[in-house]
Each structure stands twice: as C-alpha cells, then as structure tokens.
C-alpha cells in the first residue's frame, strides 16, 4: 500500500493530465487505468467507449471520453478542441493490422495514417496546449528495425504487403520521435521517448485480418510467448516514472535499447518529416 501512494506521488508530481489515443482497447485502455489509479486527468481518444468503461468508472475517476477517428483528420481536429487543459503527458497508443490494401478518407493506405501520420497531425495540432514540461510517448516496436522508408510508393500500392507496411509505420513513428527530440535543448523539461512493451497478446493484429491470415495470427498468438496488455501497461508507467534527465529516446521492455540506425540519419529524418507534412497538408 505504502509503494501504491509513493508510485502515486511521483506520477501525480510529473503529470496532472494525460491524452491517450487508442484508448478503448489493449495497450491504451490498460494505460489508461493505470494513470486513473495514479488520479491523473485523461482524455481518452477512441472510437467505442461501451464496453471499454463502466458508468461506475465514469463517474469515480477524472475521466473525459473524447470521441475520435484516426482514419479522419476533421474527426480528430473536433477531438482536440475539447482540449482545456495543458496536456502534460501525450501517449500515442492507437495501432492497427489490416491485411487487405484500404484508405482512409483522405486517400492514405489505413495503417501509414493510424500509425504514424496521425501521431504527426495529433502533435503538431496540440502545439501550445502540450505544457513545458510534457512527455510524448509513443508505443512502437522492435518491428521498426526490418522497415524502410518509401517516399516514392509510400502506400504500397503496387504490391501490398501488410506486414512491410506496419513495419515501414513503426520505423516512421520513430523517425518523427527522433525529429522532436532533436528539437530540444538540453535544459528542457519535455521529453519524447519510444517504447516497445514487448511481445503483447492483446488481439489487435487479428481484428482486421480475414480468411487463411486470420487462422494463422491466432495459431500464432497460441503458440508464442508474451504478456498481456496489463502488464504492457505496467512496463510504460515504469518507464514514465524515470528521471527524466536519465530518459533515453527507445526502451525494449523496461530497458534503454539500441533502436535502428536510420534513427541517427538526420538527413533521412528532416527528408521524411517534411514529406509527411506535405502529405498532411495536402489534405486539409
């Protein structure tokens, strides 16, 4: 109990208020909970909040449902206007599998727009409303490391391969953290930090398969080792209780990693963040 309130303290002291994307499932949904113990605010993005928290939760915790597609960039601008709060701790949770080629509303392949585009367009959107002391977290892989980067097919239109394409997304994702640590100065507060929880059974990748890629997902799941998304979770509030002078840019589980060498081409990163920008922009 005594561990309980001091853990509380430390987190309550570095963050009073949280936004969470992908929060009504796995990985976010367990972050979620985690930081209403710790009785910070979150606003927690998502699509189907009915089963996701009782009407008992809703009314004991600081809570605040926002309803939010990823797949739809006005969908995610009405979201961040109900913002009122400086945002001290932004966790980019969302993530998706689809085994079939499919856009979004705006024309981008699925997965290249919920897994990183919208991290960008989340971000950049929240500019003055993310505090002088915020940490942007984003749950990404080990997968990031058999990515490439693609600015002449970046869609994979011409031969589609599910896989590739969340890999390409993570190594993206990673890009764009290493882009907004470059972007502070030692003496800053703000910390940006990568995390691959693990190997999580928490179903995401079979949800949007079908036919023979499904079967072998879930074979797969039976017969590999990992965790759950609690203990997904548990791993992330260890890591966002660090001293932050100690934090390093990607963990693998609870510990500093080596992330992929792209990550330290600064020619590649700013190449590939003004590239999805134009992308984005475009868009709108």
Same mark, same amino acid.
């Given at each position: 109990m005594a561990l309980l309130v001091y853990i509380c303290?430390?987190?309550?002291?570095?963050?009073?208020?949280?936004?969470?994307?992908?929060?009504?499932?796995?990985?976010? #949904?367990?972050?979620? /909970?985690?930081? $209403?113990?710790?009785?910070?605010?979150?606003?927690?993005?998502?699509?189907?909040? %009915?089963?996701a928290f009782s009407e008992e939760a809703r009314s004991a915790y600081p809570l605040t449902l926002v309803p939010c597609d990823l797949e739809d960039f006005k969908s995610i601008t009405t979201a961040l206007n109900s913002i009122n709060k400086p945002i001290d701790l932004l966790l980019h949770c969302a993530g998706v599998v689809h085994s079939d080629y499919a856009e979004t509303v705006?024309?981008?392949?699925?997965m290249y727009q919920?897994?990183?585009?919208?991290?960008?367009?989340?971000?950049?959107?929240?500019?003055?409303?993310?505090?002088?002391?915020?940490?942007?977290?984003?749950?990404?892989?080990?997968?990031?490391?058999?990515?490439?980067?693609?600015?002449?097919?970046?869609?994979?239109?011409?031969?589609?391969?599910?896989? #590739?394409?969340?890999? /390409?997304?993570? $190594?993206?994702?990673?890009?764009?953290?290493?882009?907004?640590?470059?972007?502070? %100065?030692?003496?800053?507060?703000?910390?940006?930090?990568?995390?691959?929880?693990?190997?999580?059974?928490?179903?995401f990748g079979g949800r949007n398969l079908t036919g023979l890629k499904r079967w072998w997902w879930e074979l797969y799941g039976t017969l590999r080792e990992g965790i759950s998304p609690a203990e997904a979770g548990d791993i992330i509030m260890k890591i966002l209780q660090y001293d932050r002078d100690t934090l390093s840019l990607y963990y693998k589980e609870s510990m500093k990693a080596e992330p992929s060498p792209k990550v330290k081409d600064i020619a590649l990163i700013n190449k590939v963040y003004a590239f999805s920008l134009e992308l984005i922009n475009s868009r709108l």
């Open positions: 303290g430390v987190m309550k002291a570095l963050y009073s208020t949280a936004l969470v994307t992908g929060a009504t499932s796995g990985i976010g #949904l367990s972050v979620v /909970n985690r930081l $209403l113990e710790y009785g910070i605010h979150v606003y927690a993005f998502g699509r189907n909040f %009915d089963t705006h024309g981008f392949e699925r919920v897994n990183y585009l919208s991290n960008i367009f989340i971000t950049e959107q929240l500019d003055t409303k993310l505090s002088s002391q915020v940490t942007i977290a984003f749950v990404n892989s080990e997968e990031h490391k058999r990515g490439s980067v693609d600015t002449i097919d970046p869609f994979m239109k011409k031969k589609y391969r599910p896989r #590739l394409m969340y890999q /390409n997304t993570k $190594l993206l994702q990673l890009l764009y953290a290493a882009y907004l640590d470059s972007l502070l %100065d030692f003496e800053s507060n703000q910390r940006v930090i990568a995390i691959h929880p693990g190997t999580v059974n928490s179903g």
